[in-house]
């Protein structure tokens, strides 16, 4: 065994032959009595005071497997984790633990690709800086480090899919706050369940999530989730602390906060004082989403004697996506959503307006809804396919209140779509000190699920149908159709 798998994680965060240079002063001293509490290493009367202020709860008894942080921007999170992910890393002993060929992964997942770069960055400055490191090194990619002792630090965007496989020896979750991903409507919980089976397979593993830029968002999500169930509890497994950005960085200038709280209470009240925003919840309810979608359905076939609507997110064709809905209403009030189209950038704007009014004459559709995007090209170029494009006098926000009592009431069926899903998910209601409400997307884009809620606004409003027999959902299920809309 080397030297540097005997070392605690205080040691190795005060040596100055290791990363003591990085975390001198005062100023890290609530992150060192976190640390120490996390690994079950003996504190002093002021560390144990420092750490009851961020954690209301007795030190572990022993290490914890998961180490929870919602600190607030500018607390140094980003230098604690990659400390964490180094000396985890440079202090694992493989023998007996891996098989010939296998390695262990050290994890750090981000939210999209620039800040997987800015942690990959820190981390690899660590290994260039401390000779002690730097010996350990067999080889430097873009995005991960190889050490000697068969471990692999690889910083990558969070994904379920490319966590599964390893075996993991820690995992270090990015402003696990604002993940997002387009088919899921909880990335962070997938990202988990898909780490935690790695984590198993390597004896004495940690989980760490640590949570970037901003330390807390609205009141849903993982890390919502576990410091409600966790701070301030004894749980044996889960640590989880909580404070403001001068609580775990008193050198960070206060006038910068003070100034940022009178231009944006909320806002800024979650970014540097670590409060949940109250402005701020889930427009839908995650069950209610999933009570509506006829599994196994993606598209509806059109059916005689059924009067269909269809609402429409336009775009030009370099960024967003293109996109239409198309809905009817039953007798028993029922609002059903029937297509979901979608054209992802680059496209040429006429060519899918060409598409779309091919697919609305398959339903005896010759309107279409949408908002003020394009103005005169919009129209224009519907006009030219042969269909009328009608501005909504609602906008976006209203169209989406419209459509909650929908769901509420059981009465919105939606199709087997998880990026529609997702995106319905992801909205954010938002409430202004003058009582006024709007709903807003969330992290990520709205163009499915904005036309989708046209289409379904204007079914309940406009259209009225006759009720699906079972012969006709069958049919919603073949093939032809299945693969119709594969080809969208």
Request: charged fraction near 25%.
């Amino acid at each position: 065994m080397s030297s540097l798998a005997r070392i605690t994680a205080s040691e190795a965060m005060s040596s100055p032959h290791l990363f003591g240079d990085f975390f001198a002063g005062p100023s890290w001293a609530t992150w060192r009595a976190t640390v120490k509490a996390a690994f079950a290493e003996p504190m002093n009367a002021i560390e144990n005071s420092l750490f009851r202020a961020v954690a209301a709860r007795d030190p572990p008894a022993k290490r914890v497997r998961e180490l929870v942080c919602a600190v607030g921007r500018g607390g140094g999170k980003d230098s604690v984790a990659s400390f964490l992910a180094s000396y985890l890393a440079v202090t694992f002993d493989p023998k007996g633990k891996l098989r010939p060929g296998e390695r262990a992964y050290v994890l750090c997942l981000a939210v999209d690709k620039p800040q997987a770069s800015i942690a990959f960055r820190y981390v690899l400055g660590y290994f260039e800086r401390i000779p002690a490191l730097a010996a350990m090194v067999t080889n430097v990619g873009q995005s991960s480090i190889d050490l000697r002792n068969g471990v692999t630090i690889e910083v990558i965007v969070s994904s379920f899919r490319a966590v599964r496989g390893r075996t993991i020896l820690a995992a270090i979750f990015d402003e696990a706050a604002f993940w997002r991903d387009e088919n899921f409507a909880s990335p962070d919980e997938e990202v988990y369940n898909a780490v935690s089976p790695g984590l198993a397979r390597m004896p004495g593993s940690m989980l760490l999530i640590m949570l970037i830029i901003s330390s807390v968002h609205k009141r849903n999500g993982l890390l919502y989730k576990k410091i409600r169930d966790c701070h301030g509890k004894d749980n044996a497994a889960t640590l989880a602390v909580m404070g403001s950005t001068t609580v775990f960085n008193p050198s960070f200038p206060q006038h910068i906060i003070d100034e940022a709280l009178v231009d944006d209470p909320e806002r800024f009240g979650a970014e540097y004082m670590c409060r949940w925003r109250d402005d701020l919840s889930t427009f839908i309810d995650r069950v209610l989403l999933g009570a509506a979608v006829d599994i196994g359905v993606v598209v509806r076939p059109p059916a005689p004697d059924i009067h269909y609507v269809v609402g429409c997110d336009a775009s030009g064709g370099r960024n967003d996506s293109f996109t239409a809905a198309i809905a009817h209403r039953e007798r028993d009030d029922t609002v059903v959503l029937d297509v979901c189209f979608e054209r992802k950038a680059p496209f040429n704007p006429s060519e899918v307006v060409n598409e779309i009014v091919r697919l609305m004459k398959e339903y005896r559709c010759h309107k279409i809804t949408g908002d003020n995007y394009g103005a005169q090209w919009t129209t224009e170029a519907f006009a030219k396919a042969g269909a009328q494009y009608v501005k909504s006098d609602r906008d976006r926000s209203a169209v989406y209140m419209d459509t909650l009592p929908l769901f509420t009431s059981g009465r919105a069926r939606l199709l087997d779509n998880p990026k529609l899903v997702s995106q319905f998910s992801a909205l954010e209601r938002r409430t202004f000190s003058t009582g006024r409400e709007r709903i807003d997307p969330g992290p990520g884009h709205d163009d499915l699920c904005n036309s989708a809620a046209i289409a379904l606004s204007l079914a309940n409003t406009e259209s009225q149908g006759l009720n699906i027999s079972d012969a006709f959902l069958a049919r919603c299920k073949e093939r032809p159709y299945r693969q119709r809309i594969a080809n969208y």
